[in-house]
């Protein structure tokens, strides 16, 4: 997937500007808070008609305006393409060449990026929840089934909690909440896992590219509760049925510490992605810089998935990430990643392509809200 | 609202109490209502004041009706020895539309939802099990709405009737992800009642 063309009305920061693209690498140069991320936020918009970085859309929309604007063209497989989400204060509409879309799900998952920003460091150093929205976020996007079984158990979920909440629990009401909750649930963490496990490889791999092959890194999906009452010694993520057994067990196995809670202690609103480098847990002991590496490596490894998901590379967009990792590695990322995709890069300064011809990037300058190329 | 004469503001506030009316549409629709013909007005007062005084609910299978037992329920060409389970009045409507069920039905007046503080006992389930067991009912079909508490419904249904000798049915789920019944199309419709499993 490439863009060829990004238009921003009213966007951000932005008034009414136009940028083309190349193929590889395109490098977005300019002092803070001169409108940078918003460049690629527009992009992220453009593909998954959200921002990455808030969920209120009207922030988006230029300080005094009604409407912002993002528009661009772009290939998918050797096909042309334009795309056009317009932001109002009332909601917003989503365009596939020029046809209005009758709903979000129906626009996304044709134009792919993979985002990469300083805040991914919370991926690890955040908490699970994080992580879940990491999975469901890029589960949603290439696989639409995935968000109605999620949607089914989070408001099945919901409803056993009310109950549980009641001072005397009624468990024939509960119990009729549970077969769908370990039906849906059961779905959800297969997915999770089998996303999971398709990831582990390609994160591994990039991983040992940019630490020049020093640790191993592991990634694998954590339920959450892997005590021996709950969880037998041999379940199988990928059988959903023996998965959904499991569920409706461990659902009644923690009837009193549901009750005694007050909500639902056992399921995949509580799982976990869990990282280790070298076979020790990634949390307690890697470093600051090794975090980062494997975030990177995690989002990288989005790539890979995407590819395999779709037939095509999506359009890689980092964020201000490459001064954070130390050069070589740095290096290594961006001669690796230009020869299969098209890249968009911001940064404060040029040192971090040191060594890189010039001539191979596309250089655009960004100063308050206006790009020169 | 302060400012309008206060025959105008009761009647803001009474369209306030629909569903999906806010305080702008409610005083569009009063002045509506003001400049429409006296006799279309009171027209409108006397269907409003109608559902309520000259409607009651069957004593047989709880739909509403203005006379009990309900039509439905007296027509004698009915197949008595099956039973359609419906969460609303306008199910039973949808339901007919497709002409393909001739059994009776039995409505609930809604589905199991805590979150709205709605038990098993706020809805007629009481009256169904005991109709199940008094009368000669071989199967019941579960046509509540295919979302969560549709399904939670049904299945609470069918564990209360498990000492019956009747077969207990889903409806099929050839409808859309996530509708109500009231929206189905016929067509739709008539093929989840075809297809229906056993529980
Ligand atoms: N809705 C908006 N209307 C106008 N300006 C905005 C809006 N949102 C953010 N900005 C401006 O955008 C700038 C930040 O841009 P950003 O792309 O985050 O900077 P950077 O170049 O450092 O990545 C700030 O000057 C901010 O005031
Ligand atoms: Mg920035
Ligand atoms: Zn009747």
């Known amino acids: 997937m490439k863009i060829r063309e990004l238009t921003l009305e009213n966007f951000r920061n932005y008034e009414d500007q136009t940028v083309e693209f190349q193929d590889g690498v395109n490098v977005f140069i300019g002092d803070n808070a001169q409108g940078k991320t918003n460049a690629l936020e527009a992009i992220h918009m453009l593909a998954v008609g959200k921002s990455h970085r808030t969920a209120r859309d009207p922030d988006c929309i230029r300080a005094g305006q009604l409407r912002a604007v993002v528009s661009g063209a772009v290939t998918v497989r050797n096909s042309q393409a334009s795309l056009r989400v317009e932001l109002t204060q009332g909601g917003k509409r989503a365009f596939v060449n020029g046809l209005s879309q009758a709903k979000l799900s129906d626009y996304v998952g044709r134009f792919q990026v993979v985002l990469f920003a300083p805040e991914d460091l919370q991926l690890i150093k955040g908490g699970p929840a994080q992580r879940r929205r990491f999975i469901d976020m890029e589960l949603g996007q290439t696989h639409p089934s995935y968000l109605y079984h999620l949607g089914k158990y989070q408001r099945t979920l919901a409803q056993r909690n009310r109950l549980l909440k009641q001072p005397r629990v009624d468990w024939d009401s509960v119990a009729v909440f549970d077969a769908q909750l370990a039906l849906h649930g059961a779905q959800v963490v297969c997915r999770r896992a089998q996303f999971v496990r398709q990831m582990r490889g390609y994160a591994r791999e990039v991983y040992r590219q940019i630490s020049d092959g020093r640790e191993t890194l592991d990634v694998t999906y954590q339920l959450s509760l892997r005590t021996p009452d709950t969880e037998p010694a041999s379940l199988d993520l990928s059988r959903v049925d023996d998965v959904r057994a499991w569920l409706e067990e461990a659902l009644d196995h923690r009837k009193d510490a549901d009750a005694a809670a007050g909500h639902t202690t056992v399921g995949p609103h509580r799982d976990d992605l869990a990282f280790t480098l070298a076979d020790q847990p990634v949390h307690v002991f890697a470093s600051q810089g090794q975090q980062r590496s494997i975030a990177l490596s995690l989002r990288l490894a989005e790539i890979d998935f995407i590819h395999a998901e779709t037939g095509d590379y999506p359009v890689l967009l980092l964020d201000d990430v490459l001064s954070e990792l130390d050069d070589h590695r740095q290096r290594n990322l961006v001669m690796s990643m230009k020869e299969k995709l098209q890249t968009i890069i911001t940064t404060t300064s040029l040192a971090p392509f040191h060594g890189m011809l010039h001539r191979e990037m596309r250089l655009f300058h960004v100063h308050s809200g206006i790009i020169t190329g | ?199």
């Open chain 2, 1 to 199: 609202m302060w400012g309008y004469p206060e025959p105008i503001t009761r009647l803001i506030e009474q369209f306030m109490k629909l569903p999906g009316i806010g305080p702008k549409t409610a005083a569009r629709l009063a002045f509506h209502v003001l400049s429409m013909p006296e006799p279309d007005v009171m027209q409108f007062a006397q269907a409003l004041a109608d559902v309520v005084h000259r409607l009651t609910e069957c004593a047989i299978c709880c739909n509403i009706t203005e006379q009990s037992p309900c039509s439905i329920c007296r027509d004698a060409a009915r197949d008595d020895r099956v039973l359609c389970v419906v969460q609303d009045p306008k199910d039973v409507m949808a339901m007919e539309r497709t002409h393909e069920f001739n059994g009776r039905y039995h409505v609930l007046h809604g589905a199991i939802s805590p979150m709205e503080g709605i038990g098993p006992n706020d809805i007629r389930i009481r009256e169904l099990v005991q109709r199940v067991g008094t009368t000669d009912i071989a199967e019941v079909i579960l046509a509540t709405n295919p979302n969560v508490e549709g399904e939670a419904t049904a299945m609470y249904i069918s564990r209360l009737l498990k000492p019956f000798p009747v077969t207990v049915t889903r409806i099929a789920h050839g409808l859309p992800v996530g509708a109500d019944l009231e929206y189905a199309d016929e067509v739709t419709l008539a093929k989840a009642l075809e297809g229906r499993r056993q529980l």
